[in-house]
């Protein structure tokens, strides 16, 4: 089940700051972890410490999470959110009980054992802390989808219900079949063609960022691999190797339009 989700590393680095900032402050007000022993001084010496490790903990698995996402041909899923934040949590309590251990007992002869230390204060400080990561990391992911949603496109069709919403960027090529287009898209990391019923002058005069290539063939520059000359006859390779024919009469135009796009 998909899940909404963020990859921007600039909103994860947000997170990781406010992350290290609620920590500090839960540990500040609520007293755990002994806290409740320290003057203000050592609080202000030891905790932000706390807020630090959790911080950097986050930052450091985003390569982790972007692996994820990518592999998993950009769709988050609540498995992929589910694991994430189970390493996230595992990894932090490692840290910080070696940070209680090293730093915040370096001189005490009998610290707390680390089941007592999991049990009774970490367990219900990762059950504090979570629900704020969780509710910042779907709130992110909630205002990209609306970004990308905003950004589609929509190839209408002559029908109530013909059409195809899409990202500009995903269409690679259309081209004109008697009184239909075929549009050819990218769904994912897949190549996927639809037949919709509409002129091809219509979807040129809506949408100009697509070059009118030949009189039945519209194309993306975005997607432009290279140049291919065949029997004396022009075209152009697109990803996924869609190769699409340029007529004497656009051949000049498509040639500048798309070195701008490309250099």
Excluded at 58 to 71: A, C, D, E, G, I
Excluded at 171 to 193: A, M
Excluded at 233 to 257: C, F, G, R, W
Aim: proline share 4%.
């Amino acid at each position: 089940m998909k899940y909404p989700f963020d990859p921007k590393l600039k909103h994860h680095i947000i997170i990781g700051l406010l992350l290290a900032v609620w920590i500090f402050i839960f540990l500040y007000f609520t007293e755990p972890l002994d806290v409740n022993q320290f003057n203000n001084n050592e609080k202000l010496l030891y905790l932000p410490g706390y807020g630090l490790l959790g911080g950097l903990c986050y930052v450091t698995f985003l390569p982790l999470q972007y692996y994820l996402y990518k592999s998993f041909k950009t769709s988050w899923t609540i498995l992929n959110e589910v694991i994430f934040l189970l390493i996230f949590s595992v990894i932090s309590i490692t840290v910080t009980w070696f940070y209680y251990l090293e730093i915040i007992m370096m001189y005490e002869q009998n610290p707390n054992t680390f089941g007592y230390m999991l049990t009774s204060i970490y367990m219900p400080a990762i059950a504090t802390i979570l629900p704020i990561l969780i509710i910042g990391r779907f709130g992110f992911g909630k205002y990209y989808e609306k970004q990308i949603d905003d950004q589609k496109i929509e190839i209408k069709g002559e029908g109530n219900y013909e059409g195809l919403r899409l990202q500009l960027n995903d269409v690679i090529s259309i081209q004109s079949s008697d009184n239909y287009i075929e549009v050819f898209y990218l769904s994912g990391n897949n190549l996927k063609k639809t037949l919709i019923r509409n002129k091809l002058s219509v979807i040129a005069d809506e949408f100009p960022e697509l070059l009118r290539a030949h009189r039945s063939y519209l194309i993306n520059p975005f997607h432009f691999q290279r140049w291919k000359t065949e029997n004396g006859k022009l075209l152009v390779i697109l990803n996924h190797q869609v190769e699409v024919p340029i007529s004497k009469t656009y051949k000049n135009d498509i040639k500048a339009m798309i070195n701008s796009t490309t250099n």
